[in-house]
């Protein structure tokens, strides 16, 4: 829980700052690459529950689509393309890392686990606390 906090929150923040020191726009205006980490990642936590796979096939789209995004991102920033990489990046780790929290807490049932109602609570609290 404390990589993924610490990953949408490192994210969320690092964005706008990159932004900012590639020359692509001003502090005022920065947090709209905030923005466009936040926004996705909020309202695909709510598309994903309806998409119809199970837990290891979402697994390996979301592994496999961060791996392909990644290596797009790459090739921007290679070809000094930063305003794409402002664009394309926020949203796509957006969407992608917003299913991660239901898979944390998925994974002990996935396994055979009883999860109860407080380890469940702990978990939530854990993630909240970072």
Request: aromatic content about 14%; overall charge neutral; proline content about 4%.
């Amino acid at each position: 829980m404390l990589i993924h906090s610490t990953l949408e929150i490192g994210i969320g923040s690092w964005i706008p700052t990159y932004a900012i020191k590639a020359g692509i726009t001003s502090i005022e205006r920065s947090g709209i690459y905030s923005m466009l980490f936040w926004l996705p990642n909020c309202i695909f936590r709510l598309i994903w529950i309806y998409i119809p796979l199970d837990f290891h096939s979402k697994l390996k789209l979301i592994v496999y689509s961060l791996a392909g995004s990644t290596t797009i991102l790459l090739l921007l920033q290679s070809f000094d393309l930063y305003q794409a990489v402002c664009i394309f990046g926020p949203l796509t780790t957006g969407i992608l890392l917003s299913n991660l929290y239901v898979f944390i807490l998925a994974i002990p049932t996935q396994n055979g686990y009883q999860f109860t109602g407080s380890n469940s609570a702990n978990l939530v609290m854990a993630n909240s606390l970072g």
